[in-house]
């Protein structure tokens, strides 16, 4: 099927590559506005004249891709005219603050986003990211409160290590550029806070947790109906996500595109007797869409929910429609629709690529893998549908799982075959323990039968989990195996239902470049050579690289995380060494000189100095000593410490590096 022979799918495209463009210019709101509508207008002046002809369609095109890059603009907060930072305050400011979404907790705080609706009594737009103190004695902020806030913002700081997760980035993709640490000491509540339709939604989904509490479920099946129900995934364990996450069904419990399909199919079963009155077929559909909205909102109203429900609204409109082939149709136009209304954003969003990866997938390919076999058995048969789906959702969603994860559970089908068909039973049910609930007339057999189903559910998980002989770890895997794997894929599939020399070139091609690109990536791997010293917290590590081995020098007996995994990853690192740290080294015929907590080092000329574990020296004296050119200080020192040295080094003129502030330090 020729996808781009539909005019959605392809408007959807030059969107999407507008999008794309549009965030790598990060033009101006007059610019890209300027240059959209004079598109507009060309193109309104084509039409005039000939509506058929091939400059018109060409000129739409470019049109939908100036919209593209005017929608991301209009829609990056800074922006906005009355965006926060817009404002140029010198001293603490006053902010007003009302909380927009609760984030998990980590070790040190708790964490939100919250809208600022002032600067010194200044109105203002904009999100920042609040991090508040833990504090037993002070309970959380929900959803609408609003606080006044005397104290500064700061910025997201970039990564302090090469590969490390891009936070700073990923919060710019949500139009979040700022973030502020606060205790309960520096801000007051305010009363009578206005309701959004946010803050709604949290006070229901409060309501129902706090009826689910009272009942008697476990807490790791209370966690997990909250996710599957709620999308609620604060409370769940460590170890439960690990073990989703390594079997392969870590989106049974992220709320979204899986979950809102089969309330959709459940919908459509329970409301068929609607059809046999008059119009009945439309009142279905516009029942169905209205309650897959109450759901949206009994959720929450999370970004990814959103998503889901709107793209599913397209979907439910296909199955009016009846057409199979309007499914491409549908499936573009709410994905034009969410980039183009909700937020341009979302297409750099996991969540997004998976969803709509998945469901292009079995769209495009359940049908054919149907028609490779056609079993009598009826059980057989619906085995046979169930992992159908599952290879075809797994195929659509792999390059984008191996570039994001960097692994693959071999054994998906088996949790998807085991759990898939009970996730319309435990949603059916779920949202009648629910409804019970709310009425206070939930009776315990029902939660006793419900709460040894998700345990049920979690010992299957659990135990495909713990198969590591079938989960593909730390595969290395960049964007152009990512674009190639899915030209691959493509190439596989066209090839398969019809052969011909041209779909037969274009698969060999696709496989040739992806070997070619993985043979080079690999072989320049080989021939990369670097000493460096990565930011790493109460531990000193000096990394030298050769190739595809990192020889690791540290005081510590275990390699930090991020040089085992993301590095290890990024890098193609097959084999790590730990070595001791010892206080003098030569790179390049350049000494570095290590001075730890003892404060000893040997009376020598050196080029590098780095000071770790806070040693007690008088810096001055150092440096008249050793004459070195840079001096460098790890994670492992004290603040005080580091301030003080580099302050000494300002004096005399030396380039002070602190990990802390400017990231890893790569010797010349």
């Known amino acids: ?180 640490y606060s205790d309960k000491t520096r801000f007051v509540l305010l009363k009578n806070s206005s309701t959004s339709i946010y803050g709604f939604a949290a006070k229901q989904r409060s309501k129902i947790i706090a009826k689910l509490q009272k009942a008697r479920f476990g807490k790791d099946e209370l966690s997990v109906i909250k996710a599957l129900l709620l999308g609620d995934r604060n409370d769940i364990s460590e170890n439960t996500y690990d073990n989703y996450k390594n079997a392969g069904a870590v989106h049974i419990l992220a709320l979204s595109g899986l979950h809102i399909g089969i309330l959709l199919l459940l919908l459509q079963f329970l409301l068929q007797p609607l059809e046999k009155l008059p119009k009945g077929r439309t009142l279905k559909l516009i029942t169905i869409v209205i309650l897959l909205w109450c759901f949206a909102l009994l959720a929450g109203f999370s970004a990814s929910i959103i998503r889901a429900v709107t793209m599913f609204s397209f979907v439910a409109y296909a199955l009016y429609l009846n057409r199979p082939s309007n499914t491409f149709n549908i499936l573009a136009l709410s994905m034009f629709f969410i980039l183009l209304i909700i937020n341009p954003m979302l297409l750099f969003q996991v969540g997004f690529q998976m969803s709509y990866a998945a469901v292009f997938a079995i769209v495009w390919l359940y049908p054919l893998l149907q028609k490779l076999w056609f079993p009598k058995n009826i059980i057989i048969k619906k085995i046979w549908q169930l992992l159908s789906v599952s290879i075809a959702a797994q195929l659509g969603v792999l390059p984008i799982s191996l570039f994001y994860f960097h692994q693959f559970p071999g054994l998906f089908f088996v949790s998807n075959l085991l759990i898939v068909p009970f996730l319309g039973i435990i949603l059916g049910v779920g949202i009648l323990v629910i409804c019970l609930a709310l009425f206070n007339i939930l009776p315990d057999f029902i939660v006793s039968f419900y709460n040894s189903l998700i345990a049920f559910i ?53 496989i040739l470049g992806l070997q070619i690109w993985s043979l080079y990536t690999s072989y320049e791997s080989t021939k990369k050579e670097s000493l460096f010293i990565p930011h790493q917290s109460k531990i000193s590590t000096i990394a030298n690289r050769k190739g595809k081995y990192l020889e690791v020098i540290t005081n510590s007996r275990t390699v930090d995380s991020y040089l085992d995994k993301d590095y290890f990853i990024a890098e193609r690192i097959e084999n790590i060494t730990i070595k001791p740290l010892y206080n003098s080294y030569s790179f390049q015929k350049q000494k570095i000189l290590v001075v730890d907590s003892s404060g000893v080092y040997p009376t020598q000329k050196a080029h590098y100095i780095l000071l770790t574990q806070s040693p007690k020296l008088n810096l001055d004296r150092l440096i008249d000593t050793t004459s070195p050119s840079v001096i460098i200080a790890d994670g492992s020192n004290y603040h005080s410490y580091i301030n003080r040295w580099k302050t000494t080094c300002k004096k005399r003129n030396l380039p002070f590096h602190y990990t802390g502030e400017k990231g890893s330090f790569y010797f010349e």
């Not at 305050?89 to 979404?101: A, N, Q, S, Y």
């Not at 929900?142 to 490390?164: A, F, G, R, T, W």
């Not at 593909?472 to 398969?496: E, M």
Request: overall charge positive.
């Open 1 to 180: 099927m020729n996808l781009l022979k539909f005019i959605p799918i392809k408007l959807t495209f030059f969107l999407v590559l507008g999008i794309l463009l549009g965030n790598y210019l990060d033009l101006s709101i007059p610019i890209s506005g300027g240059i959209t509508l004079l598109a507009i207008l060309f193109m309104g002046f084509l039409f005039y004249r000939n509506k058929n002809s091939t400059s018109f369609g060409l000129m739409a095109l470019l049109a939908t891709t100036c919209i593209g890059v005017f929608a991301i603009s209009l829609w990056k907060p800074k922006n906005q005219s009355n965006y926060y930072g817009h404002i140029d305050v010198k001293d603490t400011p006053v902010l007003k603050l009302k909380i927009r979404e609760v984030l998990k907790s980590n070790r040190y705080s708790d964490r939100y986003i919250a809208l600022v609706k002032s600067v010194n009594k200044q109105p203002t737009s904009g999100k920042i990211l609040l991090n508040i103190s833990s504090d037993s004695l002070q309970p959380r902020l929900h959803i609408d409160q609003e606080l006044m806030v005397y104290d500064k913002l700061s910025k997201v700081k970039k990564p302090l290590n090469q590969h490390q997760f891009n936070f700073k980035d990923y919060l710019e993709k949500i139009g979040i550029y700022n973030q502020l």
């Open 458 to 510: 979690n010992s299957i998980i659990a135990w495909v989990g713990q198969q590591e002989t079938f989960l593909f770890k730390n595969i290395s895997f960049d964007a152009p195996q990512l674009l190639l794997s899915y030209l691959v894929i493509i190439g596989l599939v066209i090839s398969g239902t019809k052969t011909t020399y041209k779909r037969l070139s274009f698969l060999l091609i696709s």
